[in-house]
């Protein structure tokens, strides 16, 4: 006799299976019924939360074929929390030295433009700052920037490495690195206006910054065309919060960090 499956629904009718994609914190995905999009900041037994970029919060079941990624209809489960098959990674990237003590401050120095700066630095490398002893200081600026490399005076023992905003051809800030001329002093940048736009859009849930007018405080003008609450700290908070590894940043800051370490430990 002929078997027959037992399952008579008509092959064009049959849902295709779906990839399973782990809920890990910072993926962006849109849960269809409602349209809600917004990134995983949890997942627990049997459900997942999304924080939208105006920072509401909604909690979904986690249920097969149940969100969109990148348009493509996914399953989120959670994520493995067993031993890591591979060696554990600092968030920059870089192979984790369990237990390893941090190094004596090297006399050289990295300098930044402003506090967001450093702390965006150290959350992403302070592991491996640590480790090879390299200090970050902010400037509050680039105005005065050939009298401070002048004064830290920087040779073969002592290299200064600085990070600075904008650094583009024609502006100020790229005719002032251009006043730097020791072979020990490393003046390198990134092409955006501050250092919240090095943050890859989509790790904070929008598809891209907004386009402030010349003229206007260009933090301000983010939070207001965001509908954020006019209070720069408040928001740099929850950017900064956003981040978890050099993932979430663009390339031109993650080369010119790379650049200042190798820089300042040669």
């Known amino acids: 006799m002929r078997q027959y499956s037992p399952d008579l629904t008509p092959p064009w009718k049959k849902k295709q299976p779906v990839p399973e994609v782990p809920a890990e914190p910072g993926l962006v995905v849109e849960e269809p019924g409602t349209g809600f999009c917004g990134a995983v900041i949890r997942c627990e037994a049997g459900t997942v939360t999304l924080e939208d970029r105006f920072g509401k919060h909604r909690v979904f079941p986690l249920e097969p074929r149940g969100f969109l990624l990148e348009g493509k209809v996914v399953t989120l489960v959670r994520a493995a929390t067993g031993a890591p098959s591979r060696p554990a990674r600092?968030?920059?990237?870089?192979?984790?030295?369990?237990?390893?003590?941090?190094?004596?401050?090297?006399?050289?120095?990295?300098?930044?433009?402003?506090?967001?700066?450093a702390e965006l630095?150290?959350?992403?490398?302070?592991?491996?700052?640590?480790?090879?002893?390299?200090?970050?200081?902010?400037?509050e600026g680039v105005d005065d920037l050939p009298a401070i490399v002048a004064e830290f005076a920087p040779g073969p023992d002592a290299r200064l490495g600085v990070l600075v905003d904008h650094l583009v051809p024609g502006s100020k800030e790229s005719r002032i690195a251009a006043e730097i001329t020791s072979e020990y002093a490393l003046v390198v940048g990134h092409p955006y206006i501050d250092i919240w736009e090095a943050v890859k859009p989509t790790t904070i849930g929008i598809p891209e910054w907004p386009r402030i007018p010349r003229g206007q405080d260009w933090k301000t003008g983010v939070c207001r065309a965001l509908r954020w609450p006019d209070q720069t700290g408040m928001a740099w908070q929850r950017i900064l919060a956003s981040v978890q590894s050099y993932r979430d940043l663009e390339p031109e800051l993650l080369g010119s960090v790379e650049r200042l370490i190798d820089h300042v430990t040669e």
């Open 90 to 117: 600092t968030a920059s990237g870089s192979v984790a030295v369990p237990g390893a003590r941090a190094r004596v401050a090297r006399a050289g120095r990295i300098y930044v433009e402003g506090r967001h700066d």
């Open 121 to 139: 630095v150290e959350k992403v490398w302070g592991d491996d700052l640590r480790i090879e002893g390299v200090v970050v200081e902010y400037l």
